[in-house]
């Protein structure tokens, strides 16, 4: 795991213009991704993940703009890469599966014809029987190639799109939510399936969810973001087992267990800021049980925490004394 | 509002015993859709022979995957559908018998419903003042219009929305995700409701928030004495908030008992393969793990025998000619299969 990554997010920030003044929906996100790992992007609704996944690809649109920051792709910059050399990438070497992969299917186009309209538009020679392999990895029999997508299931219509994702074999894929339409049972389904077909294929993987544990036995690397910003990195076990920011950890007691004592939970209080005029200091003080008064003043930048990071104040090392240290890390 | 009717019938069900006439029961409710064109005779099975019991001040969960009919219960019990077959009695009396709009009436706010969306479920033209103060000028004769305001922000406040004069005065795009659910409950609580179906309340609301929601249903139970039906797919929510778990699966019901006793002992080989989904982080996992591939079955024109048999690691001959009813296999608990075993120290009836 310590090859070059293949993907280099350095210092990323997008900004949406909008009549209050600009919103830093991403405020400088650093990623690294190493080929054929499985990295989780987790956080609410509003924390930029979305955004931050759209950067990465290049699929911003106005009002939303990269203001900084690079995207390193395979050695090149993705930032600054005319559309037409994207073109040449996007699909071939990186894919992405969209959230509401429901509605992102032609309606009046069989599957077939949709995987045909990607190989055309890459002019790739790809062999005539791609389209039936990759439906069958992903567990769809071939005979659905003939099939219009509302005569497929919910689960049936994610897989058919991450079979399009996987046409040419990319290195990296992107998923924006993509279990998030199904049930449980689907979405294990869905899970294990990626998990297999990364080991057998070898591709990256960036999954976006705010499903905390849905990623949890699956990702090598986890991040956590709030409010534009990774609040905690690290590898899933580490942040899963001592998560060192309150926010990771609100996290993780927001949703109940079907094992163990049942235990009143009360979630996150509170909602995340509004990221036209984030609060002083660090954003997540007005929802922090474990604030002080210098999370008012001073903006926390990612410290580490054994072989995490965590933008967190308790976590400072040495010099700076606290103003509330003992017991602040008991959970 | 007093209930001394008696239920006439003597049910199957084992979870009447614990406290009397119920609130809620349906006795084989059954609901079939014609698909295909004008000319086609196929029926689709949405729900068939449900046979279920909602008790006072109770919360009652019902799961199952897309598709196994748990929506089609909620509206037929709201009245969206008339059922096919089957009665729903509701305190005592057949619903189908309430006929005057008076009634009709009555019992709409007896038994209100909130939605899944709450970005699509209110009217983005008016303010959250609106939806709510409409239902007490329909529903609660009782209070004087000069009072009316004042009832308004007391469920807003019931349901942890405050400051509630400031919140009736907003429009919906105002507020979160979170909030607006939380208008919908209040909504309903507006009615002076005896049972909330709450179709998927949380499912598409963050995590994070997810349990504030769940909070305001058992806060609303204890505080108002409201019954809920739990409508979900996410087992570990279910067992968070609700005394009573009823698993569905291609519209039958295939267990139900107390939630403990069915999430701890389930029976059911469906019910143990949705246990086996739920994520938890907080138990060890090989993502080796068998997963299973099945699709939910085609419930159009159904021959009889166990609608889980093509999926069931447990399948015995008898599952294909068969339709399993529901057995009472435990205490209050009871499952649709032929091959589940009772417990031990009860026999089985």
């Excluded at chain 1, 992102?104 to 392999?133: C, M, T, W, Y």
């Excluded at chain 1, 899933?236 to 001592?242: A, E, H, L, P, Q």
């Excluded at chain 2, 739990?230 to 699966?249: F, K, P």
Aim: hydrophobic letters at 40%; aromatic letters at 6%.
């Amino acid at each position: 795991m310590s090859s070059a990554p293949i993907l280099e997010v350095r210092g990323l920030k997008v900004e949406y213009e909008s009549d209050r003044g600009p919103v830093w929906a991403v405020d400088g996100v650093d990623l690294d991704v190493q080929p054929g790992e499985f990295v989780g992007v987790v956080g609410e609704s509003g924390c930029g993940k979305s955004t931050m996944l759209f950067a990465i690809a290049q699929l911003l649109s106005p009002p939303a703009f990269i203001t900084a920051g690079s995207v390193r792709f395979m050695g090149q910059n993705l930032v600054t890469m005319t559309n037409k050399s994207l073109n040449a990438l996007r699909w071939r070497d990186f894919s992405v599966v969209m959230q509401s992969a429901m509605n992102a299917l032609n309606p009046v186009k069989s599957i077939g014809a949709q995987f045909q309209d990607a190989i055309d538009a890459h002019d790739e020679h790809v062999a005539r029987e791609r389209p039936a392999e990759v439906l069958q990895l992903v567990g769809i029999d071939p005979i659905h190639l003939k099939s219009y997508p509302h005569q497929l299931s919910g689960g049936m219509r994610q897989r058919a799109m991450i079979a399009m994702a996987l046409l040419f074999t990319p290195d990296l894929i992107v998923m924006d939510e993509p279990t998030s339409a199904l049930d449980v049972v689907a979405q294990r389904q869905l899970m294990v399936q990626i998990k297999q077909l990364q080991k057998q294929l070898g591709f990256a993987i960036i999954f976006v969810t705010h499903d905390m544990s849905l990623v949890s036995h699956f990702s090598d690397q986890l991040l956590v973001m709030y409010a534009g910003q990774v609040v905690e990195v690290g590898a899933t076990r580490k942040v899963f087992d001592s998560p060192a920011h309150p926010y990771s950890r609100g996290l993780l007691d927001a949703f109940p267990s079907i094992n163990g004592p049942k235990v009143h939970l009360t979630g996150i209080p509170g909602a995340p800021p509004d990221l036209a005029h984030p609060p002083a200091g660090c954003r997540f003080n007005p929802r922090c049980p474990e604030v002080f008064a210098d999370c008012y003043v001073i903006e926390p930048e990612l410290y580490q925490v054994e072989s995490a990071k965590a933008r967190c104040l308790l976590h400072v090392q040495g010099e700076r004394p606290l103003q509330r240290a003992a017991g602040s890390e008991a959970r | 509002m007093t209930d001394t009717t008696t239920n006439p019938a003597t049910t199957s069900d084992p979870s009447t015993s614990a406290s009397g006439s119920p609130l809620l029961e349906t006795r084989g409710l059954t609901r079939h859709f014609k698909v295909g064109g004008n000319l086609s005779r196929k029926t689709l099975h949405a729900v068939d022979d449900a046979n279920i019991i909602i008790n006072r001040q109770e919360i009652v969960a019902l799961a199952g995957e897309s598709g196994s009919g748990k929506s089609t219960i909620a509206r037929l019990l709201a009245r969206v559908y008339k059922p096919t077959s089957g009665e729903i009695y509701y305190q005592g009396r057949a619903l189908s018998n309430i006929k005057g709009r008076r009634d009709q009436l009555s019992y709409r706010s007896d038994v209100p419903m909130v939605f899944q969306d709450p970005f699509s479920s209110l009217n983005p033209a008016f303010r959250v003042s609106h939806g709510i103060m409409r239902g007490l000028k329909l529903h609660r004769k009782d209070i004087p219009r000069a009072s009316r305001y004042a009832e308004a922000e007391r469920v807003l406040d019931a349901v942890g929305l405050t400051p509630a004069s400031d919140i009736l005065q907003r429009y919906p795009y105002e507020l979160s995700g979170g909030q607006r659910q939380r208008i919908g409950f209040a909504q309903a609580l507006a009615y002076k409701p005896k049972l909330i179906l709450a179709d998927e309340p949380v499912s598409m609301l963050d995590v994070s928030i997810r349990i504030g929601l769940l909070n305001v249903m058992a806060d609303l139970r204890s505080n108002e004495g409201v019954s809920f039906l739990y409508i979900t797919h996410d087992i570990a929510s279910a067992r968070y908030v609700a005394d009573r778990l009823i698993v569905m699966y291609a519209g039958h019901v295939v267990e139900s008992g107390p939630t403990e006793a069915v999430l701890q002992n389930a029976k059911h080989p469906y019910t143990q393969l949705l246990l086996s989904a739920v994520p938890d982080p907080r138990a060890p996992l090989d993502v080796d793990a068998d997963a299973d591939k099945g699709e939910p079955p085609r419930v159009i024109d159904p021959t009889p025998g166990c609608r889980f048999r093509w999926r069931c690691p447990l399948v015995v001959e008898e599952c294909h000619h068969v339709t399993p009813a529901l057995r009472v296999l435990g205490e209050r608990h009871a499952a649709a299969c032929h091959v589940a075993q009772p417990d031990p120290e009860i026999p089985a009836r």
